[in-house]
């Protein structure tokens, strides 16, 4: 497909970009510990511009080391310290003739005092982010005024260091946010109370800005089209402040949504739909003649063309569609829709980075390691010697694309007619289609890269050794956990359930495992069935995301099913079972016509001593080396194929 509109040159105040595709602001942890530019985040975005990306906003930048801590690892832009490593990441970018801006942040009460080394929070007024859970402290009017001198400082070293333009942060509940919002602006002095005295701080800044830059100098400014909080900023007010901030002769508008407590508006899990927000912008759009930029949880080319067609925007934003797929825009450009790697919605890039550790995506091993593990890192010395590939997995295809790269002659051996080991099966859930993308995908992946695909065959020591292998890739995941209990023989396995071979209705249903399958599971059984998720631990969806569990078990409360936690499965009867009490070691019966089985795997190691005693190489991936997730089977697949 031809994206007309999506591949068309644009403009930002006098700035010409060449196409309407922009990567917005992600947070990364790729910065130095100084706040310096590092060759790591240079080549993360660099690659993003390679990647045919007409617009990059970068990351969160800091313009106050007091109060102004967003991250650790953050990008910076205090101090003329700063300016050579950015100079590095400009030119970097323009090399592929892409744009690029500084975003300006200040995260106001969104941190913590730990960040600050231990200082107190600050923001507008004494409103604490519930999220957060502390209580900042109102910043002085003479804080609030040199404040905003220091967004000016930031716009300045970002044009000295050969940026095109700044974005200034005034959505997400961040500080700028927080004096537009009545819902944290209480003040009564002139940064407080009318419109007009709450919009005084963004006003100094892009006043400031404009005054030292020049006003050829584009000032984009992020806001919200709505907060979505009670006696926050509405869709009206929203469209109101845009009309206000073009007054003020700013380039473009980026709208977003949301603050850290309406959270999942800002960073949407999988069963948000494509452009579910997508009135937002198209509403502040039809206020403004000035450019718009807008994220609408976009994942594919062909959606972001009809937002483009409708007139929701001017600019689409490609955010964690940029993380998952450097690519994303040439493979969209090319037509190569297929073979893009889409954002699964997992949060997983987003959960590392609540951890502090720089973020990862499940589908991109490569992402924030492109120095170490970038295409251009592979070390081709496969010199057409033949590889087996033992499982089709996500893990094993993974392998097999890395080694085929490498010049391997790869062959994959997959036991069933088709690939995808038992992500086919989590695809079939609700809001889980995406993983049904990841297989296609990857399966497009091998065939580019002619990788010997063999269905419906058992990867045995013999078919291994038909082929010549120098070495083998045991893919073949786990086997699932069947707990040895009277009366097991007559529960099924989740698998069985969601693959098709079992089909229930009317059934009172007990779903053994309140794990990420037991709960999908137990929603994909729901509509037609009394399901009962039955967990040992106080706890259920425990690895998950929090706002992917929030919703998830909002779906579980909205279809009735019953959670029970701190209980064990310990028999099956005909139409009940017997589960232990953790708290009491009680039992206690419960009705249950069916038994569902989700307690995990086991590595399937069936083959492991066989093959080793065959192979000098025998190289375990994914669940066949230790049970974990999606992302466990790519990178240890990714990481083991590429230094095999």
Known sequence: MKYTKLFEKGKIGKLELKNRIVMPAMGTGFASSTGEASDEIIRYYADRAKGGCGLIITEICRIDEETGIGTSNQLCATDSKHIPRLVRLAEAVHAYDTKIFLQLHHPGNETMGRLLHGKQIVAPSPVMCRIIGEMPRELTTEEVTAMAQKFVKGAVIAKTAGFDGVEVHAAHGYLVNQFLSPHTNKRTDKY?????????????????????CGPDFPVCVRIDGSEFIEDGLDEKECIHIARYLESLGIACLNVSCGTYESGATIIEPSCFAEGWKKHLAKNI????????????TIKHP???????????????GVARGQLADAEWANKAKRGDDVLIRKCIGCM???????????????????????LTHGDDKLVKDGNGRTVAVV????????????????GFKTVLFEKSDRLGGTIKFGSVPPHKELLAELIDTQEAELKKWGVDVRLNTQGTVEECRKIGACGV????????????????????????????????????????GGGVTGLETAEYLSPNNQVTVVEMMNAVGTTLYPSVLHYLMERLNKNKVEILTGHAIKAVGD????????????????????????????????????????FDKVVLVGDTEKPGTIVNAMHSANDKAFVF
Do not use: H, W
Not at 192 to 212: C, H, L, Q, Y
Not at 302 to 316: Q, R, T
Not at 391 to 406: E, I
């Open 192 to 212: 407080g109370g009318d419109f007009f005295n709450r919009m005084r701080f963004i006003t100094e800044i892009i006043v400031g800005i404009s005054f030292a």
């Open 285 to 296: 759009k039809a206020n403004v003649k000035i450019p718009v930029i807008a994220v609408n």
């Open 302 to 316: 062909d959606f972001a063309e009809a937002l483009l067609e409708e007139g929701v925007s001017d600019f689409v």
């Open 348 to 370: 997983n890039c987003f959960l590392v980075a609540n951890q502090g550790r720089p973020i990862e995506c499940t589908v991109n091993p490569i992402l924030g390691r492109e």
């Open 391 to 406: 499982g089709g997995g996500p893990g094993g295809m993974q392998a097999a694309l890395v080694l085929a790269k490498r």
């Open 473 to 512: 890739f045991l893919a073949q995941g786990g086997n699932p956990i069947v707990p040895r209990i009277p009366g097991v023989e007559k529960a099924v396995l989740a698998e069985q359930v969601l693959s098709g071979e079992v089909k229930l209705s009317g059934k009172n249903i007990a779903v053994i």
């Open 575 to 614: 139409g009940e079972i017997t589960l232990g009490v953790m708290a009491s070691a009680a039992e206690v019966t419960r009705k249950a016509d069916v038994v569902v089985l989700a307690l995990g795997v086991r590595s399937n190691r069936a083959l492991y001593e066989e093959m080793e005693a065959s």
